[in-house]
T-cell receptor
Framework: AQSVTQLGSHVSVSEGALVLLRCNYS??????LFWYVQYPNQGLQLLLK??????LVKGINGFEAEFKKSETSFHLTKPSAHMSDAAEYFC???????????FGKGTRLSVIA | EPEVTQTPSHQVTQMGQEVILRCVPI?????FYWYRQILGQKVEFLVS????????KSEIFDDQFSVERPDGSNFTLKIRSTKLEDSAMYFC????????????FGSGTRLTVV
């Protein structure tokens, strides 16, 4: 079965600094990988996804992630943090077929002025 | 942009009571899901539903839970005889084909069992 590990339950960055949220996955077959964001008291919003093709994927709000098969990683980055990026970020994995999304435990991003 | 709608946004119920959480998935989507998130914990899969039947369920989804698509638009999660530990945010999601698309999630129903 597939699984996701997110390193760091809480990450704090200064406004304007690089954001790096780490995600490693485990899957015996090629995975589909996703990042979701959850703002306080809201639902889960899809930031970006990797299915096939280009390994560097761009999402909304200036975020991007790179699929690295050799490292089984799908880290989320943003060059310059904004106060509005403060939220909970979830990495998720699924495989081909109607398999359910499996989420990591989430990383809470705080942005300091 | 199409969205998944969940009602109510917050429900408080007495322990032992039955609750029904409602969801209206995106109209042309074929796969439907329920997830839950206990406060401060990860988002956990409960059940997936396709072609009017459960296609997969987790070990959390025991006989206390049931799902139904009663009228072709609503998708409901029923929790019988609620327990304190059922208190959580419940998310409904839908997906067009079940393949490589991400899910579209609703904004959730916060269930509080007292």
């Amino acid at each position: 079965a597939q699984s996701v590990t997110q390193l760091g339950s809480h990450v704090s960055v200064s406004e304007g600094a690089l954001v790096l949220l780490r995600c490693n996955y485990s899957s015996s077959v090629p995975p589909y990988l996703f990042w979701y964001v959850q703002y306080p008291n809201q639902g889960l919003q899809l930031l970006l996804k990797y299915t096939t093709g280009a390994t560097l994927v761009k999402g909304i709000n200036g975020f991007e992630a790179e699929f690295k098969k050799s490292e089984t990683s799908f880290h989320l980055t943003k060059p310059s943090a904004h106060m509005s990026d403060a939220a909970e970020y979830f990495c998720a994995v699924r495989v081909l077929g109607n398999t359910p999304l499996v989420f990591g435990k989430g990383t809470r991003l705080s942005v300091i002025a | 942009e199409p969205e998944v709608t969940q009602t109510p946004s917050h429900q408080v119920t007495q322990m032992g009571q039955e609750v029904i959480l409602r969801c209206v998935p995106i109209s042309n989507h074929l796969y439907f899901y329920w997830y839950r998130q206990i406060l401060g914990q990860k988002v956990e899969f409960l059940v997936s539903f396709y072609n009017n039947e459960i296609s997969e369920k987790s070990e959390i989804f025991d006989d206390q839970f049931s799902v139904e698509r009663p009228d072709g638009s609503n998708f409901t999660l029923k929790i019988r005889s609620t327990k304190l530990e059922d208190s959580a945010m419940y998310f409904c999601a839908s997906n067009p084909t079940g393949q490589d698309y991400g899910y579209t999630f609703g904004s959730g129903t916060r269930l509080t069992v007292v």
